[in-house]
């Protein structure tokens, strides 16, 4: 079947949160770790995993993506403080296009604090730049004008104009076009005007954009869950299992709050995650642990704090930068040792990175989206995963710079009340 959209990420936890969207709005989503693979869903999702790539690998990747998973409509996922090679990766979208196609961009997301004003994006009131994400390690954000990042003009839309001025200002503007939204409103007239240019344009943007299609493009027949199994869940009473692989100083204060909450918190030295030997010693002590009949109803696997020990200080022998590629796999490694020893509730997984690695070492495809979970909070993608040996298993994932402090307590309920849908 060939989807209606196609969301081309540049990682996992966007692309379920981009998809989501779609999801909430009665169309069947699905989040696909491999392009191609068949399936039933409207909307598929999925990830190019180059956030961190060259400008090269990332365009190649990204026209893979679209050679490999053709849909009607395609939607460019970037991230929402401008990380990774965007304008390579939306210049290769435009080359595999027709010429007279616009790419409409706008990565606002006003549900968590993503503005854009005269071209300038802002988290929370400040130019992405001079925030944390200015500093990140892997993909730092130096330009907060994102017109000068791209090398395009950038557009307001007048509210007293109609989509078909709007969409001839988009077409008169040039190939690339930046565009402000500060609301909702703002987001939802451009929706109406890239639905007014239709195969005219190339819609790019974070869940936000997305989100105001999805509003706009309901499905004629909405999906509708399939009632819950009929045999018992085996996995009553037991723990949903948490892993945070991203360093974003939210998903630290997100731990904070679980932890507070009663849940039980595993984080490694990062001498460990350097050193075979000492990480299969912390993987056992883990599961050994999560065995006892009296867990905690939430266990936490966290990446180490950036550069330190357990105690906060940067031990001689161990580098102040452990790579997050290895800390993922890492904490993939150690949830999958955990999950054969005992079946979880279901799991969360905050960080582009780290989901990719734990799906992939449950041998899943995928996560086939849900509908009704819009209260977990914005930028929570929850469905169940698709094939490998935890088929249908609860999951949530989350991006790490996403959510307010009680997020990761509200995605563990959400994935422990939840049954299959598939």
């Not at 009553?236 to 939210?250: E, I, M, N, R």
Request: aromatic share 2%; with cysteine; net charge negative.
């Amino acid at each position: 079947m060939r989807p209606d959209t196609v969301i081309v990420a540049d990682d996992v936890t966007g692309a379920g949160d981009t998809a989501v969207q779609f999801a909430q709005e009665g169309w069947t989503a699905e989040l696909r770790l491999r392009r191609g693979a068949d399936g039933d869903a409207q909307v598929v999702a999925v990830s190019t995993d180059s956030r961190a790539c060259s400008e090269e690998d990332a365009a190649a990747r990204v026209r893979a993506a679209v050679a490999q998973t053709p849909g009607t409509h395609v939607f460019k996922k970037i991230d929402s403080t401008l990380r990774g090679p965007i304008r390579a990766e939306i210049e290769a979208l435009l080359e595999a296009s027709d010429p007279d196609v616009v790419a409409v961009v706008c990565p606002a997301f006003p549900g968590v604090g993503r503005t854009m004003t005269d071209g300038v994006l802002y988290v929370d009131g400040t130019p992405v730049g001079a925030t944390s994400v200015g500093r990140d390690p892997v993909t730092p954000v130096t330009e907060s004008h994102v017109p000068t990042l791209l090398g395009a003009p950038s557009l307001r839309l007048d509210p007293d104009e109609g989509p078909a001025a709007h969409a001839a200002r988009l077409r008169k503007a040039g190939r690339i076009v930046v565009v402000d939204a500060a609301t909702d409103a703002d987001l939802d007239r451009i929706a109406r005007a890239v639905d007014e240019l239709g195969d005219r344009a190339l819609p790019v943007g974070a869940a936000g954009l997305a989100g105001a299609l999805a509003r706009l493009r309901r499905p004629e027949r909405p999906a509708h869950a399939p009632p819950p199994p009929a045999e018992p869940d085996h996995r009553q009473g037991a723990p949903v299992l948490v892993v945070v692989t991203s360093l974003h100083s939210a998903a630290r204060g997100q731990i904070r709050a679980l932890v507070d909450d009663g849940a039980e918190h595993h984080e490694p030295d990062p001498s460990a995650v350097l050193d075979d030997e000492a990480w299969r010693a912390f993987a056992d002590t883990v599961t050994a642990t999560a065995r006892a009949a009296d867990t905690a109803d939430t266990i936490v696997l966290s990446a180490p704090e950036r550069g330190s020990g357990a105690d906060g200080n940067v031990p001689p022998h161990v580098p102040p930068h452990v790579p997050p590629d290895l800390v993922a796999h890492r904490l993939a490694d150690a949830a999958a040792h955990l999950m054969q020893a005992r079946c979880p509730a279901g799991i969360v997984v905050t960080g582009g990175d780290g989901a990719r690695a734990l799906l992939e070492r449950l041998e899943g495809t995928g996560i086939r989206l849900d509908t009704g979970h819009a209260d977990v909070g914005q930028g929570v993608a929850v469905g169940s995963v698709v094939g490998g040996w935890a088929d249908r298993l609860p999951v949530a994932t989350k991006a790490g710079g996403f959510g307010e402090p009680d997020v990761l307590i509200r995605a563990a309920r959400a994935v422990r009340r939840k049954r299959s849908t598939r």
